[in-house]
């Protein structure tokens, strides 16, 4: 079984990747999308979503990072893969599951997934200017408002060369309410002859293993769900004990220590308390510790409770 870590935007960056692959369990991160409109974007950009391209694409864990494009133009997505490639990334996936409205709205995203004949062309452009060896994935959803073309672009995506497809289990519509529909999965499974990985709706390690059984699927993709739990992905590869509550204020004073020396510093009471709001789905401590600094706005205060 491979477990990746998904990609979510303003949430799962550099720090948390490095964070939470540095507890197992974790084979392969995908990196916030890198937004392509018209042109060869400089290598600036690549640096700043996925540092890891300086350290050979991988995290401080060795975990492969592989960046993401979103877009809509084939020729300027290929021509920025090419890129990423050269700068380090281990591959390249492409987004065709991003619901945020502004994004839609620009033709980038889920709304893609209304026009199979186009996501033909895009997978089949990057495809052809990334060498050979380097795998180029795409996340996709079920659809846009309903699933009436989820094996149709699935077919698209596989026979445009796409080396394996991971699908969120909801339509762009449907967003992130339970449930995920998860025997959706096996209906794809069985039309394409490419890895398929399943993604949503995994809290637990129960979760992971009923998604297996009605998607047919081995492999998995993880996004809340470690944030929640952060070594939920090694509980399910390696039936770890949950992390405790005390090893989470020990990774929130690491994160914290982490976090204030870095640029994004200044949103670090954002990114904290964001963070607290997903691990109390599964630790009541969380909650405690949430109400206690919710009102806070700035850092000093907040380090001070998070050191206590």
């Known amino acids: 079984m491979r477990v990746f870590l998904a990609p979510m935007e303003g949430v799962v960056d550099y720090l948390m ?22 042109q060869l974007l400089p290598a600036r950009v690549f640096y700043r979503l996925c540092p890891e391209l300086h350290q050979h694409g991988r995290t401080h864990a060795g975990v492969p990072v592989r960046v993401q494009l979103l877009g809509q133009h084939p020729e300027w997505l290929a021509t920025n ?6 700068l380090g990334s281990p591959g390249i996936d492409l987004n065709f599951g991003c619901p945020a409205r502004t994004v839609n709205n620009s033709r980038g995203g889920a709304i893609l997934l209304t026009e199979p004949e186009g996501l033909y062309r895009i ?4 495809r052809s ?10 996340k996709m959803r079920l659809g846009y408002e309903d699933k009436t073309l989820a094996l149709e672009n699935a077919c698209a995506v596989a026979s445009a060369g796409a080396t394996e497809i991971i699908v969120h289990a909801r339509t762009k519509t449907e967003g992130y309410r339970p449930p995920a529909h998860w025997h959706w999965l096996a209906k794809i499974k069985s039309v394409i002859q490419i890895p398929l990985i ?3 709706e995994i809290w637990t390690d129960e979760d ?15 996004g809340r769900g470690a944030l929640a739990l952060p070594n939920l992905p090694a509980v399910i590869k390696k ?19 982490y976090d204030l020396q870095h640029e994004k510093s200044r949103y670090y009471p ?5 963070w607290l709001g997903y691990l109390r789905l599964q630790h009541p401590e969380a909650q405690c510790l949430f109400e206690r600094i919710k009102r806070l706005k700035t850092t000093d205060e907040i380090v001070e409770i998070i050191k206590g």
């Open 81 to 86: 893969a090419q890129r990423a490639v050269e």
């Open 208 to 222: 992971a293993r009923q998604c297996q059984i009605l998607s047919h699927c081995h492999d998995l993709m993880i």
């Open 129 to 138: 200017a990334v060498p050979n060896g380097f795998p180029v994935s795409v």
């Open 17 to 38: 990747r490095d964070l939470l692959t540095s507890l197992g369990g974790i084979d392969l991160c995908i990196t916030e999308f890198v937004r392509v409109v018209d």
């Open 239 to 257: 039936q770890q004990s949950p992390i405790n509550w005390s090893q989470i204020k020990d990774l929130l004073w690491q994160y914290t220590t």
């Open 270 to 274: 954002h990114r904290i308390k964001q």
């Open 198 to 200: 399943a993604n949503g």
């Open 123 to 126: 997978v089949a452009a990057v």
